[in-house]
């Protein structure tokens, strides 16, 4: 029995434990020895000796594949060279067993049984870190450190030739190589070397390419600012590089020498103060976050929690967290907002000088939780180090297509081996060339070629790609997801009034008519902040100060910029929550306390002392005409002071509050939202919304944008309370609700479900029967955004989800292509890829130090956080900005992006994608504040998987034509000469970088390309063209051979020219002329092959080639390549047959196209099959 854990992870799944064998008795040493001992003994006195170091070649080959297949796959390393552990010997000798894999380390829990990864304070108790005082002694901090290392991005930076040799280490690489021996083994010097060449030219490429990322990497350190540490009772300074789990720094905004912000250098939870952080480097959003402290606690209330030993009586009487209870455990997803991670930049921050522990040099206070690779942004650096390899677009079916290939070479290798007289050397040299035959060199080349074109096109367009294997998904998208506010609409909020104050349902415009109340909720009741002396914020809440006008000053002070009315003094924030759907202030106006709540009016509307008779009609009025309505409402708080006022719980600073008016805001939609999805509805691609906000707000975006283009049906609970009804907008149709009519629904409706429903849905197993056919999916928290998208991925849709890089996180990453929309850069036209244009260089997100706030909006979900600054804002900005016109900004960008694109080299590798174009929250990023990125992406996917799709098609008649030749015309004798063989091989090498080159058309076609290579299309598509290949092919021999009929050629003779030989080559070159012409997938996906300038040289190159050799213009050229000349007759004929062959295999090639075209995988089947399942499932249970 071997000893074996399950770990279960992402990463690692199990783990067995294995001992390493000595040599003499390991698998590749042992039964080699015995081998080559038995052959020395018994084979060479026993045969003829050309025969026995056949045998001896055939032994060392293996024992040489053996040895590498060590190098290529640890599971038969450990078979060969290591023997596993007996489940008897438990490890309990060793005081730990620990490995790393992948910059993580796993240790060996006693407590579980198994490996788990090693486990740092990001799980504990508020309590926990509420009495955290950093390391107590010099023994804590030494275990800190041995347990956890130090905090640095460690890893070795490899020379040129150690990477160039791991390249070369590659199974096909050893195959291609193994092949070239083949040749030159069979006289075909020039053809070899040209391979040769051309093989280690690719690999140096690559290994350039791989070094450049990984130097690129290398820079990425953790900044070794010197911050001040509580350790051992004192306040002691160290290098950043020195913290450990466990720490308490002191925290704030420093500057290096050259006057950039230094950077946080570890993942830390806020005890004290507050900081606005700059989280570029990670998410891609140059928009700054506001971070709080998660404990709300006054001076005398901490003295006396500390003096009772903090315990658990103290916290629950003196210490607000946030509503929520000591003993309740930090969550990664939901207090985000009070973590600083590694790698952001603060710039500014706010001290608390009531906490116990109290800073020397005036910083935040904070308790480190993660260091080195397990930070935030150690996890990124991880993600783009290690998919770097994975840049191939259909691996698995590559391996499944070369054994459908070699099926056919094998049948052609046992034709040779009919003839008894011939040369066993000769034979089995035969045998293996007919074999190797199917796998080209040219193939992980051209598989690697054009995924790397499609990542350089997307780069000089601005976005890029973290995970590249997942560019062929896009071609094969069949639902595109969107989230509304941000991505589809704009974040130039306008503020238009203000509603349901009195009994009118008519908006005020006129804030003078507006209760003072009202107003004084609009203009403290925000996010917004300085810095840098700049008022930034989310654009809604700034248009709001605008429209009441309103002044808010740095000392978070709001006062009406005309008459006498009071100032309103900020004492506390309750900042957003989307799960809470509001967010509250404590203000003091004059001595009296009060609170201000906004939100989203369902969530408002439960808190309410009294609700207003109108309150329900008066908010769904505005939200059917697509609207933003937030519901405002106080409440007078009792005589306390500002330190009993923040100490104050929030879920009782937020009951019992009087209605005081909704807030009403356009929110337009994007000038090109429309258009893109309306292109992509019309590309055979379904369309959905996935937002935070209203149903009513965002049934009417998406009737605008086309997503819902039938009568819309919104779920909603039963006003009986009894079970759930589908209502229309308008509240004139109302059907009961039933699991299983969803799908028939569908067909008449649009269907809109609600956020509140999806309890309902998970608990009677309906999420599957429904989800799938809902077009609109309103007030969802960005957990179940994700269940959205595995729901849909479960019914096997390809999804592609399109989100800002912040609250979308979870949707984005379970997406099979999810796009982060980042920063407000114009996109490009797509219609022009020829004059493309990359991102906004002036946006440096790595550097980009004066950046926006958060954005959060109360109303449901957050908005794309790359747009915060309005438009007069950035229109002030632009002013003083030297006076510079968007003509010479776009001149600007551009020049600084065409020196960013020379630097990235020879253009043919995958570009490289820096910390501060990739974003943690999705595997593509795009810095445009518009949708059209997603028809950039699903274009170039699209034209990869067609790419891919013509090369496998080339490559198998290729292979299919080369096993006739090898093996049926080779027993003729017929064979091809070395410079022949070469100048085939230049022109297959040129053909296929240049289809690979082929541009995608800039609008997107209904017709979809064909997601998989084993499809009926590409069989028949196969076999048909092979059998007029092979049918031209022979008839031109038999009717050379009619011409020199006494002549007889032994089939294992060195080569000569011949009539025979000459036609062959000749039809080969026609054969492969016509293979790629007509293969060639132009139009509908990628340029046609006019519009396809290099290929359509090369294609006229090649015809003008073959018609000099052909009419024999130029005799010391044809000498050259051992070409006798042609009989009149046999000439003329060979062009007639060429022509005739050329139009069979277009006409059938066109017919298969129209017989089989490409469509919508049939979902619904497979969704039928999943709900019949669900179903009997729930029976059982």
């Not at 894999?101 to 788990?116: A, L, W």
Request: proline letters at 5%; one cysteine or more; glycine letters at 6%.
């Amino acid at each position: 029995m071997v000893l074996r854990f399950n770990v279960g992870g992402k990463v690692v799944d199990r783990v067995d434990l294995i001992r390493k064998k000595k040599w003499p008795w390991r698998l590749d040493v042992l039964p080699f020895a015995v081998l080559y001992a038995i052959w020395m003994v018994t084979i060479v006195p026993s045969i003829d000796i050309v025969d026995a170091l056949i045998v001896l070649g055939g032994l060392v080959s293996i024992h040489v594949l053996t040895l590498l297949f060590t190098a290529w796959s640890i599971d038969f390393k450990c078979f060969v060279q290591y023997s596993k552990v007996a489940a008897s010997s438990t490890p309990g000798d060793v005081e730990e067993y620990y490995f790393d894999f992948r910059k993580q380390c796993f240790i060996y829990s006693k407590e579980n049984g198994t490996f788990r990864k090693l486990p740092y304070p990001t799980k504990e108790t508020f309590g926990y870190y509420l009495k955290s005082t950093g390391h107590g002694s010099e023994a804590k901090v030494a275990a800190a450190a041995e347990k956890w290392g130090r905090n640095v991005f460690e890893y070795p930076q490899p020379t040129f030739q150690k990477l160039l040799k791991e390249q070369c280490m590659e199974p096909f690489f050893v195959f291609q190589v193994f092949c070239v021996g083949l040749w030159c083994l069979d006289e075909y010097w020039y053809y070899s070397l040209f391979t040769l060449f051309m093989l280690f030219m690719f690999e140096s490429t690559m290994a350039k390419s791989r070094l450049k990322t990984l130097s690129e990497l290398r820079r990425v350190r953790v900044d070794t600012q010197i911050v001040t540490v509580h350790r051992c009772g004192k306040w002691v300074k160290l290098s950043g590089t020195d913290l450990l789990p466990g720490d308490v720094v002191s925290i704030g905004r420093s500057s290096g020498q050259n006057g950039e912000d230094k950077s946080v250098p570890a993942d830390m939870l806020l005890l004290a103060g507050s900081a606005i952080v700059n989280e570029a480097i990670l998410t891609g959003e140059s928009t700054p976050q506001w971070k709080v402290v998660l404990f709300s606690v006054s001076n005398k209330c901490c003295l006396r929690a500390f003096k009772i030993g903090l315990s658990d009586t103290g916290f629950d009487m003196w210490v607000s967290i946030m509503g929520r209870g000591t003993e309740e455990k930090l969550s990664a997803k939901r207090d985000k907002n009070h973590v600083l991670f590694g790698g952001t930049k603060i710039l500014q921050h706010t001290p608390d000088k009531t906490f116990h522990l109290r800073a020397p040099d005036g910083g935040c206070l904070a308790v480190v939780l993660r260091t080195g690779f397990e930070t935030s942004q150690g996890k990124l650096m991880r993600t783009i180090l290690f998919s770097t390899e994975r840049v191939t677009a259909n691996s698995w079916e590559s391996g499944l297509f070369i054994l459908f290939l070699l099926v056919f070479a094998i049948i052609a290798a046992g034709y040779g081996l009919e003839d008894p007289t011939r040369s066993k050397y000769k034979l089995f040299l035969s045998c293996s060339l007919i074999i190797t035959s199917v796998i080209p060199p040219e193939l992980p080349m051209e598989l690697s070629i054009a995924v790397n074109t499609s990542l350089i096109a997307l780069a000089r367009r601005g976005i890029f790609c973290t995970e590249p294997f997942r560019i062929p998904f896009a071609g094969k998208v069949d639902i595109c997801c969107f989230d509304k506010t941000g991505t589809l609409t704009s974040d130039d909020m306008e503020f238009c009034g203000v509603v349901g104050h009195t009994e009118s349902t008519d908006l005020e415009t006129d804030m003078t008519k507006v209760p003072v109340c009202t107003a004084e909720i609009l203009a403290s009741c925000h996010a917004l902040v300085f810095v840098d002396n700049k008022l930034v914020g989310d654009p809604l809440e700034k248009a709001a100060l605008k429209g009441i006008d309103w002044s808010y000053k740095s000392d978070e002070k709001a006062m009406p910029k005309k008459g006498g009315g009071n100032a309103v003094q900020i004492v506390q924030r309750h900042h957003f929550a989307s799960h809470l759907k509001r967010m509250a202030v404590i203000v003091r106006i004059q001595e009296e306390f009060l609170v201000f709540v906004k939100g989203a009016p369902e969530t408002i509307q439960d808190r309410l002392l009294a609700l207003p008779p109108s309150y329900v009609d008066t908010y769904k009025k505005y939200t059917r005409q697509g609207s933003r309505v937030l519901a405002l409402a106080f409440k007078n708080l009792p005589d306390m002071t500002v330190s009993e006022a923040r100490s104050l719980d929030r879920d009782v600073v937020e009951t019992g509050l009087t209605f005081a008016g909704f807030a009403v805001f356009n929110c337009p939609i994007r000038a090109d939202s429309a258009a893109v999805l309306s292109e992509l509805k019309n590309s055979s691609h379904d369309l959905v919304m996935i937002t935070g906000d209203q149903a009513l707000t965002a049934c009417h975006v998406a009737s605008q944008v086309h997503i819902i283009t039938k009568p819309a049906l919104i779920l909603y609970p039963s006003r009986s309370g009894q079970g759930y009804e589908w209502i229309s907008p308008d509240e004139v149709e109302k059907i009961s609700y039933g699991d299983k009519e969803a799908e028939e629904l569908s067909e008449t409706h649009d269907l809109c479900v609600g956020g509140d429903c999806f309890e309902m849905l998970q608990q009677s197993s309906a999420v599957v029967g429904v989800i799938p056919y809902v077009k609109v999916f309103a007030r969802v928290a960005p957990e179940q955004k994700e269940l959205i998208l595995t729901t849909f991925k479960s019914v096997g849709r390809i999804t592609l989800m399109c989100g800002d890089g912040t609250n979308d996180v979870g949707a984005l990453k379970q997406a099979h292509v999810g796009v982060a929309l980042l920063n407000a850069v114009p996109p490009t036209q797509s219609g022009n890829t020829s004059s493309e244009t990359p991102k906004d260089g002036a946006l440096k997100l790595s550097k980009s130090k004066k950046a926006k706030p958060e954005a959060s909006n109360v109303n449901g979900e957050s908005s794309s956080r790359g747009k915060a600054v309005s438009r007069s804002d950035s229109a002030s900005q632009s002013a003083g900005n030297r006076h510079q016109t968007a003509a010479e900004m776009q001149r600007q960008r551009l020049k600084k992006l065409m020196e960013e694109m020379n630097e990235e080299g020879d253009g043919r590798s995958a570009p490289i994608v820096k910390l501060g174009d990739a974003s943690m929250a999705s595997p593509f990023t795009a810095k445009h504040a518009s949708v059209a990125p997603t028809t950039d992406i699903i274009r170039q996917g699209r034209s990869t998987l067609v790419t891919t799709l013509q090369m496998f098609k080339i490559l198998g008649l290729n292979c299919l034509a080369t096993a006739y030749v090898l093996s049926v015309m080779y027993l003729d004798g017929v064979k091809l000469g070395d410079v022949q063989a070469t100048i085939s091989g230049v022109f297959t090498a040129a053909f296929f970088l240049f289809i690979s080159q082929a541009r995608p058309l800039p609008t997107l076609s209904a017709e979809r390309p064909h997601p998989n290579i084993f499809c009926f299309y590409v069989f028949l598509s196969l076999m048909g063209q092979f059998a007029i290949h092979l049918l031209f092919l022979m008839s031109s021999v038999k009717s050379a051979e009619k011409y020199m009929p006494d002549e007889c050629i032994e089939p294992d003779s060195e080569f000569h020219p011949n009539l025979v030989n000459t036609v062959s080559y000749m039809v080969s070159m026609m054969l492969q002329l016509a293979t790629f012409a007509v293969n060639y997938i132009g139009h509908p996906f990628n340029q046609s092959i006019t519009e396809s300038k290099p290929f359509l040289y090369a294609l006229l190159a090649a015809s003008g080639f073959f018609t000099v050799i052909t009419s024999d213009l130029f005799r010391g050229l044809n000498d050259w390549l051992k070409l006798v000349p042609l009989p009149p007759e046999l000439r003329n004929k060979l062009l007639v047959w060429a022509v005739l062959m050329f139009v069979s295999c277009y006409t059938w090639e066109r017919l298969l196209k129209w017989a089989f075209p490409g469509r919508i995988p049939a979902w619904k089947k497979h969704h039928q099959r999943l709900a019949a399942a669900n179903v009997e499932k729930k029976k059982n249970v």
